[in-house]
């Protein structure tokens, strides 16, 4: 297909083909002192048991519900993420050259992506380290829960702690503040039909571009990346009463420069998308209906972000066509899926999303997106303003809404109504790697990552001495 | 009507006379004009003749705000580009350049290496055939340079960053070489720099490896390559296509409806590097070329038409200092950033020049005890990479509806086989390359006269 063919029973099934189950059940463990070869033989023994790309084409319909043609009930999937400083100490062969993968979540948050809130009270990854994650899910949520005991009961006799456990379930594709989520995934060239983004950007052994070099940013002498990808996990509180009463009052604070403006057109607007899906504007004000050519928009007729804005978070994470600052978009895979009741159901509850993104680069692609883009008050656009829905700030957080007479600026007035709660950075590794977890490494290839980094500042003047050429 | 007049970039003061600037600018913007001109008319530029210029300058979508000044006009900054260059960080990892601290995949590292790789493969002599190594900042090719200063530790104690062309200075030169010198004694910090120590005095010539030559600074000229603005420096951008006359050219090429090959216009569905291709108005390999082109063209496509706006410069526009923290934690304040040369810093219309980076006196502290993204800086680069660049534009909307005259794409591209890296190209590629854009032309000869600036005949 496409020239490329993708190792679809190698490669973990939520990475390329996503689980889209109802319920999914995630476990972190934090590896006890001193049990890293028990960690190792657990973990390896689990790749019989993950679930792949082809076991998910495979299974797709006999995973729906018995009441839309399916079976349901008793399967169960597996995806597993391992974190570097566990990984390290177990594939001693494997120097991974993304700095935000080996610094780790925790330490990368605060700055590249915004998250400083006291990581001594995240959920997952602050006060224990989530060494690997494990994504239980079925369409059946006991089936889900009694695979989940098992592995949890197993995990704890190989040396982790179970130190997170959340049952999250999908609520019709919506997320909490009540808009379809997933709408726009990248197309995987060789996966998708009429996928045109190359599956490098989310597995690494393949190219990113047509007829590029494969992409491999680590030293890794036994090939243990192939196949496999960087997970990112970020759980992220929401809270829907102070979203919608914020977009309440500001619509009417800014009804007099924006005649008509609700807050439902203001909520629509921070997405840039109404509930439905369809694209927001700022001249409709009502949502107009699901549109079957959801995608097929560009922004090129809206250059100057007088329709949707340029502060949206649709445009901010993928501004298409319209004014951007690099050349090279950056695309994830996302596999996020709501934690918590629906609001109506429960108000008080916490709630919110757990963000899934697949990648081989966290720096280039999940960061920039965030970093540079949702937490940048003048990126990808000139004066693009915050992305008030979920880019973080220390500052205070304006987006702008553009009109051919003027910018009318929408502040967020302190409120906050996304929190984060935690997270991590993993490894996803391919059935096969993880079943090799275990093979013996090589002496002269140990790499030994404090040797790599911890190195002294003479050694980094040494480096700038050679950048120099000799004069004369 | 409102008299133009071309300040020096940042509206800087170095012009004893500001006039020669404004000239220098003038002359720029019309010779953008008449080489649109001369692809409307499919006519070799030195054939265009006055009248042609009266009658069809009013329909290009570039202005020559000297010649036919326009009433109004808004000016606005475009989409900034980010100033860490593109090329580096898409061909990381580096394997030339092992992990280490603050450079794991070596990027930070290759960014900072100096060569003369911005030009043809070849090396440097001077009039006598001698050969002279002129290594510049050859990778920072984003219309921003910058270089480290450290302490007698080693420790990295500021970082300065630039982004005014080469070819502002040796204009300068041209007219007051003592005010150069000043600049240069000033920045670099030795007070026993002289005019001649700028000076290429037995020229710069390039000499390719087929053992043809091209002058690069003519003999007793300002030479943008000296060392001294590469050691101890900086005082300007040293990358050969770090230049205005660059921006001016890219600002004048895109200013045109360009047609395909099968005569089809150019309006949606062509991307950034695709487009620059067609018009070959810089590298597409770059953030600051494809991008700025695209912002230009947009406006055309729009119906308007535009010209570089007062002053004509390239500006570093902003910083993610969200990404950067002291090791306890702590935002920087404003006291860390010095805007050294021109105005505005961290407004949205910044006309910065010169920016410098270091610790507040008296915090104790180096730039090393900061972070990006959580990793300790050891690397100028790593500050560079928080850093966008920016220009501004001035334009008017049509008034007739039209969005002007079209004109075949001059060129197209070739990739390099196993990466992304593209060359501009007339039609044919050299072995090792495929064809990018085969729509763009019909083949190798077929752009004999269409708008292509080919070099400023007032900025060196």
Redesign the interface.
Known sequence: MNGIDLEFEEIQGNVLAGFNTNIEVFIGLTAEPGKTRENAEWLASLAPHVTTVADIRELRQAMKPAAIGGYGAQITWLNLGIASTLLGSIREDLFVRDEAFTRGFRKRAPTALGDRTDFKTWRVGGASSLDALLIVASNDEAAAAQRAAELISAAESAGFACTYRETARRIRDLEHFGFRDGVSQPLVRGCHAGGTVGPGYFVFGYERERGEDVYLPAIDPSNFLRNGSFMVFRRLSQDVEIFRSFCRAKAAELGATVPGLSGPHLEALLVGRWPSGALASVDIGSDPGPDPNENAFDFSDDPSGYACPYGAHIRKVNPRAGPKDVVDIPRILRRGIPFGPPFDQDPSAERGLAFVSFQTSIRDQLEFLTSGWMNSPSRPAAAAGHDLLVGRSTRPRLMKIRRPHGEIDVSDDGAQWIIPTGGGYLFTPSRSALSRLLEPVAEGVKWRAEKLIAISIDKVHETLAMLAPSRG | MAIWFFDAPGYVKDFPDPTDWHDAMAAEARGIVRELVASVLRKDPDRVTNEDIIREAPTLGYVDPVSTPEPGGDT???????AFP?AV??S??WTE??????D???IH?AA????DEDHRRGEFVDSKDDII?L?VRHRQDEYMEWAARRDA???LVKVIFVAEGYDYFSKLFEKDEKTVRDLYREFTGKSGIEADDLRAVNGVYRRFTDGSRQEVVAPGAFNPRN?LNI?PGIVHLSHRANSLSAEVNLAGVSAILRLKADGTTIL?GI???ELLCCCQGGNPN??SD??ISA?AY?QVK?GYRYTLANPVGLYI??A??????TNT?E?LGPNWWTAVRGEGWDT?QSRVLRLELAPPPGSGLTL?DL?????PV??ASQLADLL?I?LFVTRWKRTDGSLGPSVPCTGTCC?K????HLLTTDGACAPGY?LAYPGLIDGPGATAVVAKVSRSQTLR
């Open positions: 606005l900054a475009i989409a900034p580009w980010g593109r960080r898409r990381g990892p350049f092992p992990p280490v601290e603050g794991a995949d070596g590292r900072e290496q100096l060569g190594r290594p530790n080693g420790k060392q050691d949606d991307d950034s590097e770059r953030n494809p991008l912002q947009t729009s526009a902003s993610d200092h969200h990404r950067v923290m934690g935002e949205g090393e972070e990006v993204d959580g990793v050891r690397f966008q920016h990739r086989d196993g990466a992304q495929s």
